[in-house]
């Protein structure tokens, strides 16, 4: 009894030394944030915190990216890395605990009669039974447990925010893929539309040929622009499909048709998101799990230096023991043991100072990717911001290019009637337009599609929104 409280009470001595942790501790580094973005458009405080897809009106949008969130399959597989980077923290963590284990054996054995052991008053063959349980622990004195402990918790946070940034990838693909999908529509139907026009001129002009009125080099003109607008459809028709093929896998569907909504026309404009550049910091799933790896890394390094000290262990089981089976629980079958064992290096010819060499070249690794991320992020953010306001200008002086071209091509037609010009201009001032019309739709669709990308570039609640879309349990 006074070893065994002897073996307590040095345990206790253990738990209460084993507070202290080689290794250096995390300490958040210091980055150098502007204090504006560079091409801030100002906007709506918080609105970066809204569910901001909602704001373009369409139902169908809405229905669309509910469906990509609870059946895409990155984030399904995002999911299920969270869940083993948990599966990894559970393992690293057991180690602070005793582990305790059960046993059990039955043998039947014979004896040389020759052996000279072998007693003529001996059981031969004889059985041998028994049954015990023991536990083993580790005490983590010098913190190489809870070091890896750390960092698989830090792991875990990083799958965390892997998995988050898959989800503003989705979100905000699906989205921008459904508006190409509608500017495409709109592309096609002035295609269609100028086809038929330019359809309804080649037969004036045959008729016109007919009769003496124009000759064959004016039909061939006009055919000839007629072709042109013929072989912009099939092009436009396969855009539309892939783009169709792309957003269902997006959906987690098998390629099909996707349902429309609203025209791009008639779509609603969200408000552009503003916030701080330091508030990047906490909002940017991509910079969170650059700095969760950070900590990881450096905890690491702790628990490479931890091998440099003694492991001391503590065991002990107790059990039965017999050759009958019924008096495998009688007093006299009692087995028991205790102890403790230590073990340290003394050479490992440079096996660990390799492994924290490692280890801190890891951090430093990270430490420069954590700081990279920062910047691209920073980057993101302003070349979202310049994009969304020229685009807003280029689509303004395209609108009013198509508006110019419409009244040229109106004028043209009079003066080719009343015998002022040739046709030759009117074919002109419909060869401008047509180009004109499709370019201003491709503009709209990327002045949307670049407020898009600032929802994305700058993180915001909507993160958190989404990812309850998706089904999954969120961790810490």
């Known amino acids: 009894m006074r070893r065994a409280a002897l073996i307590i009470a040095f345990a206790a001595a253990l738990g209460l030394l084993a507070g202290c942790m080689v290794g250096p501790d995390y300490v958040r580094p210091t980055v150098d944030v502007p204090e504006a973005f560079r091409f801030d458009g100002g906007g709506t405080q918080g609105a970066s915190d ?9 139902p169908v949008l809405d229905a ?41 054996a039955q043998t ?17 063959p004889y059985n041998s039974l028994q049954a015990f349980g023991g536990v083993s622990w580790e005490i983590d004195l010098w913190g190489r447990v809870r070091r890896l402990t750390e960092a698989a918790r830090a792991s875990l946070l990083a799958s965390v925010e892997a998995r988050r940034g898959v989800i503003v990838s989705v979100v905000a693909e699906t989205a921008a893929a459904y508006i190409q999908l509608r500017s495409l529509d709109e592309q096609l139907a002035i295609s269609r539309r100028t086809l038929e026009t330019y359809a309804e001129s080649v037969r004036l002009f045959e008729l016109q ?38 957003l269902c896998l997006l959906l987690g569907r098998n390629p099909g048709p996707i349902a429309r909504g ?6 609603a404009m969200p408000v552009v998101p503003a916030g701080l550049p330091s508030q990047l910091l906490e909002r940017r799933p991509d910079i969170r799990q650059a700095e969760a790896a950070l900590v990881a890394a450096n905890a690491q390094i702790g628990a490479a230096k931890a091998l440099y000290y003694p492991t001391i262990s503590l065991t002990g089981a107790y059990g039965r023991s017999s050759s009958e089976l019924s008096n495998l629980w009688s007093g006299p079958s009692r087995i028991w043991s205790y102890g403790g064992s230590l073990a340290g290096p003394i050479f490992t010819g440079g096996a660990i100072a390799g492994q924290v060499k490692q280890a801190e070249a890891g951090r430093d690794a990270a430490l420069l990717s954590y700081a990279q991320t920062i910047q691209n992020a920073f980057a993101d953010v302003d070349n979202a911001l ?8 280029q689509l303004a002086a395209e609108e009013r290019r198509v508006a110019a071209f419409k009244e040229y091509d109106r004028l043209a037609r009079l003066q080719y009637v009343g015998g002022y010009i040739p046709y030759l201009t009117v ?50």
């Open 427 to 476: 074919l002109y001032a419909e060869a401008q337009l047509f180009p004109a019309e499709l370019s201003a739709i491709q503009t709209r669709a990327a002045a949307f599609i670049s407020l898009i990308n600032i929802y994305k570039a700058m993180g915001g609640g909507w993160v958190l929104a989404a990812e309850g879309g998706t089904g999954a349990k969120a961790k810490p």
């Open 50 to 58: 809204a569910v901001w897809w909602s704001q373009f009106g369409d």
């Open 262 to 267: 609203r025209t791009v026309y008639t779509l």
């Open 386 to 393: 310049i994009a969304r306001r020229k685009l807003e200008e």
């Open 64 to 104: 669309l990216i509910a469906e990509a969130l609870a059946n895409n399959r990155n984030v399904k597989i995002a999911a299920a890395n969270v869940e083993q980077a948990a599966g990894f923290l559970m393992t690293a963590r057991a180690g602070l605990f005793p582990q305790v284990a059960y046993g059990g």
């Open 209 to 246: 040929n007919k009769y003496g009125q124009v000759n064959r080099m004016t039909v061939e003109q006009a055919r000839t622009q007629y072709e042109t607008a013929a072989v912009t459809i099939p092009q436009i028709e396969t855009q539309i499909a892939e783009t169709e093929n792309g």
């Open 108 to 124: 039947r054995q014979r004896m040389s009669q020759n052996d000279a052991t072998f007693s003529p008053l001996m059981q031969n």
